[in-house]
């Protein structure tokens, strides 16, 4: 696909269950990013990739806030025992270097926990 | 601690009139200032951008004024059109080792009338 690609475009769920999100980056780029987007809120910037590690996860909230990218593309932001205060747009980033030229951000997931 | 203050919360404005949102920001060390639009249910998008190493920035009918001292920056839209009724978000990164790390302003809900 020619831009950053997020599933599900909606998810809902109840206290205490667990998610899993998914990014499909630009075909290339090497960093990726999550952010969370609250209600009437900018983005938050929650993590960052570059390949396949996590170079700086100091955005996450707390230890329930977890994300991978095993194989340096695909992304999957994981989120256990949800709380209604984790509703939220999320979304997913990615450049091709990190630091250097735009941002391109996907559509994101709009996460409601009941 | 907000590092990106954004004014006004709303703006209203007829078309063919001149759209002004302003951004104020506290990290010297910040070298990248862009500005993104956002479309209900669609993830932000790059419009313009800037680094302090200049004082304006224009692109078609929007342009960026930055006064490094003051720290402050802010967008222009000129001719402002229907089309152009969005949420606005300034955000800027940098600052040694994070300069991958985009921080948001709280967004600028513009609305433009026929």
């Known amino acids: 696909g020619a831009g950053v690609s997020q599933t599900p475009s909606n998810k809902v769920t109840e206290k205490g269950k667990y998610v899993e999100l998914r990014c499909d980056p630009i075909s290339g780029h090497t960093a990726l990013y999550w952010y969370r987007q609250s209600l009437g809120q900018g983005p938050e910037f929650l993590i960052y990739?570059?390949?396949?590690?996590?170079?700086?996860d100091s955005g996450l909230p707390n230890d329930r806030f977890f994300a991978v990218r095993p194989e340096g593309s695909v992304s999957t932001l994981k989120i256990q025992r949800t709380e209604r205060g984790d509703s939220a747009v999320y979304l997913c980033?990615?450049?091709?270097?990190?630091?250097?030229?735009?941002?391109?951000f996907g559509p994101g997931t709009r996460l409601l926990v009941l | 601690q907000q590092q990106v203050k954004q004014s006004p919360q709303s703006l209203i404005v007829q078309k063919g009139g001149i759209s002004i949102i302003n951004c104020a920001y506290e990290n010297t060390a910040f070298d990248y200032f862009p500005w993104y639009q956002q479309f209900p249910g669609k993830g932000p998008a790059l419009l313009i951008a800037?680094?302090?190493?200049?004082s304006e920035k224009k692109e078609g009918r929007f342009t960026i004024s930055f006064n490094k001292s003051a720290k402050q920056f802010s967008l222009h839209i000129m001719d402002s059109q229907p089309g152009d009724s969005a949420t606005y978000f300034c955000?800027?990164?940098?600052?040694?080792?994070?300069?991958?790390?985009?921080?948001f302003g709280k967004g600028t809900l513009l609305t433009v009338n026929p």
């Open positions: 955000a800027a990164n940098g600052g040694g080792g994070s300069n991958y790390k985009l921080t």
């Open positions: 800037i680094r302090p190493d200049v």
């Open positions: 990739f570059q390949g396949t590690g996590a170079a700086d």
């Open positions: 980033a990615s450049s091709l270097l990190a630091g250097v030229g735009t941002q391109y």
